[in-house]
Structure formats: structure tokens, C-alpha cells
């Protein structure tokens, strides 16, 4: 019975697939390619330091797809991809994680992961150096006060990708809300051109997050702030040897595990800032498949 109904799903998977591909261009694999045959068995990965990517390929290992490719790239290559393969009404398969702007954008799924290779919510935490707390006192507040919802995320990532600068945009998130940001640095003396470093990697979630926690730094408390955009490893390591004083991106427990025990000891978890994430394999929502188990067997 499992099997009649599963091969009535193929055959409705495979008539969407041949209804698309009556108004879509350049599907060189065929209507009724498997779905791997149509990638080309290829899962459109970001930067290779990205826990997201090794949780992926663990999630390959998991469901057997043995032959699948995991393509490194960035965050925007993979946007851009994304971005190409739905203006064609094209599949294609990529890593994808909440909050990020292209959830607004596109009409995209998370595949299921019966399996739960991408391990359960977890949350994103602000990590400093050690000894940050006497050496710069008022940062050290701010940042441990400092946390928002991916609704006030959302806003700042939608205006960049619709192309204001991400300084602006974060400025103005500052400047309309307030409310939040005067309670994050209630009683908080300012400083005076006092210089600090705060460590990023270019994801779209963790550009917004930065810049706001810059501008108040700035704004509010006279800090001169120093952004460096480095990969994930180096920006751990970076608050591990104190060359950095602060991160606002790292994904716990699961997504910087590694990371996160490399360096036990050797820097300060202040803890959540942002709750409410998720990770996975995503596609468009015109994809008839909804399992990552589905890439093997469809
Ligand atoms: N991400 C976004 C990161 C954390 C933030 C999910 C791509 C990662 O995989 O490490």
C-alpha cells in the first residue's frame, strides 16, 4: 500500500515535471530524468568553512548520495545560482539556512530531513575574547545585552539585497527602532574613539547582524569600530588568540560544534542573540520533491 501511494506521487511528480518543462528552457536532462540526473547530482554548497557544509555532507553520508557533488561557493554564488536556476524555471538543489532574505524573495522549501542530519533549533550566539570584559567594559555590556528576532534581521537583509548598503541599512534599522537599542545600552557609559575589532563571515544573516551591532557601537557608546570579513575558521581562531574582540555569528550547538570545542576555554560565550534558525537542503517550491531522501530514489 506505502508503495502504491508512493508510485502515485512519482507519477504526479512526474507529470509536474512535464507540465514545467513545456514552458522551461534549457532542461538538457529530460523530463524524466531522476531528480539527480536533472542537477546533475550537484547540491550548490556556500564557503567551505561554513558548518552548513559539513553538516551537508554528513546529510550525504546519511541518505547515501553517493554520487552527489557538493559544490563550494559563497553565500551570493549560491544566491546567484538560485537566482538563475528559478528565473528558468530550472531544479536545482541548494544549502540554505532561516533567517536569510531568500525566503522573502523566492518561493522556496526545506527539504525534510527525516533523518536529522541538520541536528535540531539551535540558536545564534555573541562570543568574545577573553578579557574583553576589563579591557572594554562598555562593549562587553552592550554585547552581552545585544539580541534581536529574525523579523528585525529580515529587515535589514531585505533592504541590502534590494540594494542599499549594508552600513545604511543597519543605520536606519538604529534609527527606527529605537526603542530596542536604547534597552541594550541603558546605563552603559560611552567611550571616546575607543577602538575594537568585530569578526564576520559574509553571510547575508550574519552582514546584517554585524553592521547593527557597528552602528551602535559607534552611535551609542563612541566606539571606532573595525569590521573584518574573514571565513569562519579564522574568525574563531581570530577571538581564540584575541587578535578579535568580538563575533555575533556563531551557530550553536550544532552548526560551530567544531569550532566551538577547537577552542574551549579560549574565549567567552555570551549567548544567544538571535533564536529561531534553521538549516537544511532547500529548493524551489516548483520541485516536486519534499524528502532529501527523495534525491535518491526520484
Ligand atoms: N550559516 C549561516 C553558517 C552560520 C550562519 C548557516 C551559513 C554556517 O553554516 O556556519
Not at 71 to 90: F, H, P, Q, R, Y
Not at 111 to 126: A, M, N, V, W
Not at 150 to 173: F, I, L, S
Not at 254 to 281: I, R, S
Amino acid at each position: 500500500m506505502f508503495k502504491h501511494s508512493a508510485k502515485m506521487l512519482l507519477i504526479a511528480g512526474v507529470a509536474g515535471v512535464l507540465a514545467l518543462a513545456g514552458c522551461s528552457k534549457g532542461n538538457s536532462a529530460g523530463a524524466d530524468a531522476s531528480v539527480g540526473d536533472q542537477v546533475k547530482h550537484q547540491i550548490i554548497g556556500i564557503d567551505p568553512g561554513a558548518g552548513l557544509m559539513k553538516q551537508t555532507q554528513q546529510a550525504m553520508k546519511d541518505y547515501g548520495l553517493d554520487d552527489w557533488k557538493l559544490v563550494e561557493g559563497s553565500d551570493a554564488a549560491m544566491t546567484a545560482a538560485l537566482d538563475k536556476a528559478i528565473k528558468n524555471e530550472e531544479p536545482i538543489v541548494v544549502t540554505g539556512w532561516t533567517p536569510h532574505w531568500m525566503f522573502a524573495k523566492y518561493k522556496l522549501k526545506y527539504l525534510e530531513d527525516p533523518k536529522g542530519s541538520y541536528g535540531k533549533d539551535e540558536e545564534i550566539h555573541t562570543v568574545v575574547r577573553n578579557g574583553l570584559k576589563d579591557d572594554a567594559p562598555s562593549a562587553y555590556a552592550f554585547l552581552d545585552n545585544f539580541n534581536w528576532t529574525p523579523d528585525d534581521m529580515a529587515v535589514v537583509m531585505n533592504a541590502v539585497v534590494d540594494g542599499q548598503k549594508p552600513e545604511e541599512a543597519a543605520a536606519d534599522w538604529v534609527k527606527n527602532n529605537a526603542d530596542k537599542v536604547d534597552a541594550w545600552v541603558k546605563d552603559i557609559p560611552q567611550e571616546s574613539g575607543k577602538k575594537i575589532k568585530l569578526a564576520y563571515v559574509a553571510w547575508d544573516s550574519e552582514i546584517a547582524s554585524t553592521n547593527v551591532v557597528k552602528q551602535v557601537l559607534e552611535q551609542r557608546l563612541g566606539y571606532q569600530v573595525d569590521m573584518m570579513q574573514v571565513e569562519a575558521g579564522p574568525m574563531w581562531a581570530g577571538i581564540a588568540n584575541g587578535s578579535v574582540d568580538a563575533m555575533v555569528a556563531a551557530w550553536l550547538p550544532t552548526t560551530h560544534k567544531d569550532y566551538f570545542d577547537k577552542y574551549q576555554g579560549q574565549f567567552e560565550d555570551l549567548g544567544p542573540n538571535l533564536k529561531g534558525t534553521k538549516l537544511g537542503l532547500v529548493v524551489p517550491e516548483y520541485m516536486s520533491i519534499s524528502s532529501i531522501e527523495d534525491l535518491k530514489t526520484k
